[in-house]
């Protein structure tokens, strides 16, 4: 059941997107055909080929991780879900088969959003940018009335600061979005995987992540990443054996 309603919101799920060659939308096309046909392995090829070419889309992380989770790759999936849902929060496709994918972890415990990502995860970081800059604009439009018609001065007493301050709040908060979206301090075990006691090869065995959970990185050597889940448990692991965003 669960895969039926994966496969059905992939369908559901309009390639909204234009694309800057045609190229990329033929690779995209060609993904949607080679899922249809049951070719997952081919269908993450041709998506994984458009985003090595540098598209970036809600639609196309979305249709990638469906494939993945068919194919088996439950890290790969629930990685790329992740990436949709930060570029469309409110969509409630990419939420439905999120919690799919995390409930097929072995022992898998999410991550819990903080406050700051409940406050503000409703929203993209553009979409953030663009309210704070519709105030900002029609505060400098006043600054400008008011020097070009003095009579504006006493009207604005009021306007002027509330503008103003309205501004800077979104803007701050534009600007902390973004500083937490590109932090990247998040990753997803990608494969069953050994957390070492230090970054290296012959470091002692720790435990064993399973696929698809996820973690937060607190320390990098290297190659090496020192991972912490949510219950607290911290190892090294290499960094062929997560993926994260940015990498």
Known sequence: MKELIITLLFFLTSPD??????????????????????????????????????AVSAPLHFNLASAAFHDGQLGRAIFHYRQAHSLDPRDKNIHHNLKIARDEVHNGSPPKPGLWQRLTGFSTLNEWTLIATIPLTVWLIWLTAINILPDWKKRGAII???????????????IFT????????????????????????ASPDQ???FDGAEVEIDRVHGDWFLARDITGRQGWVHSDSILRPGS
């Not at 997107?17 to 269908?43: C, M, P, Y």
């Open 17 to 54: 997107i234009t694309f800057g060659k045609d190229q990329s939308t033929s690779l995209f096309e060609a993904g949607n055909v080679a899922f249809h046909d049951g070719r997952f392995g081919q269908s993450l090829t041709n998506y994984q080929a458009q985003i090595n070419e540098g």
């Open 160 to 174: 002027r600061p509330l503008l103003g301050g309205i501004a800077i709040i979104l803007a701050l908060i534009a």
């Open 178 to 201: 973004l500083r937490n979206q590109t932090s990247y301090k998040w990753a997803v075990i990608n494969g069953e995987t050994v957390a070492r006691f230090g970054p290296v090869k």
């Open 207 to 209: 435990f064993k992540w």
